[in-house]
T-cell receptor, first 110, second 115 residues
Framework: GENVEQHPSTLSVQEGDSAVIKCTYS??????FPWYKQELGKRPQLIID?????GEKKDQRIAVTLNKTAKHFSLHITETQPEDSAVYFC?????????FGAGTTVTVRA | EAGVTQFPSHSVIEKGQTVTLRCDPI?????LYWYRRVMGKEIKFLLH????????ESGMPNNRFLAERTGGTYSTLKVQPAELEDSGVYFC?????????????FGQGTRLTVV
């Protein structure tokens, strides 16, 4: 089955700096890679996703890159703000199932 | 449009008791997933329904867990008898059925505490 690894587990950044979270996956058949943000006490919500036929996607301050050959994908948050503090999960979709990374707790220091 | 709803939001039960969690997916979503997050760790897959059929239940930890989705609408996840290690947040998610992948929408989760 699919195995998704996510690093780092915690990330503390100064407000205004960038944050980068990296994930690797094991199954080359995975073709869809969403990123979810979970704020304290709330449900995970999709913030950005990328499909295997695309190498990079950007939405305002967040961007995701995908390297299919190396089987890794990354989330980049620029100009971080306090409201970016949350747990971020990467996931890989294979056939019908989302497999999640362990999550990264991001803390943005004011 | 209503999102994915889960009930209850919190449940505290004693070891050995039974608890039933409920998930109402978004109307029209044939895919329904159960996931669990234990002790702040990763979100782990439990099982997947397509309509009323179990597509994959490989993530179910043991036979104390029973999931149903009668009629292909809402789903229940019963834990009987509950053990301490079952504590965690149980998430339900739903998505549309179709070729390829589509966004999965999550419920707010049920926080289960077994004491």
């Amino acid at each position: 089955g699919e195995n998704v690894e996510q690093h780092p587990s915690t990330l503390s950044v100064q407000e205004g700096d960038s944050a980068v979270i990296k994930c690797t996956y094991s199954d080359s058949a995975s073709n869809y890679f969403p990123w979810y943000k979970q704020e304290l006490g709330k449900r995970p919500q999709l913030i950005i996703d990328i499909r295997s036929n695309v190498g990079e996607k950007k939405d305002q301050r967040i961007a995701v890159t995908l390297n299919k050959t190396a089987k890794h994908f990354s989330l980049h948050i620029t100009e971080t703000q306090p409201e970016d503090s949350a747990v971020y999960f990467c996931a890989a979709f294979n056939d019908y199932k989302l497999s999640f990374g362990a999550g990264t707790t991001v803390t943005v220091r004011a | 449009e209503a999102g994915v709803t889960q009930f209850p939001s919190h449940s505290v039960i004693e070891k050995g008791q039974t608890v039933t969690l409920r998930c109402d997916p978004i109307s029209g979503h044939d895919n329904l997933y159960w996931y669990r997050r234990v002790m702040g760790k990763e979100i782990k897959f439990l099982l997947h329904f397509v309509k009323e059929s179990k597509q994959d239940e490989s993530g179910m930890p043991n036979n104390r867990f029973l999931a149903e989705r009668t009629g292909g609408t809402y789903s229940t996840l019963k834990v009987q008898p509950a053990e301490l290690e079952d504590s965690g947040v149980y998430f339900c998610a739903s998505s549309q059925l179709g070729t390829g992948s589509s966004e999965a929408f999550f419920g707010q989760g049920t926080r289960l505490t077994v004491v």
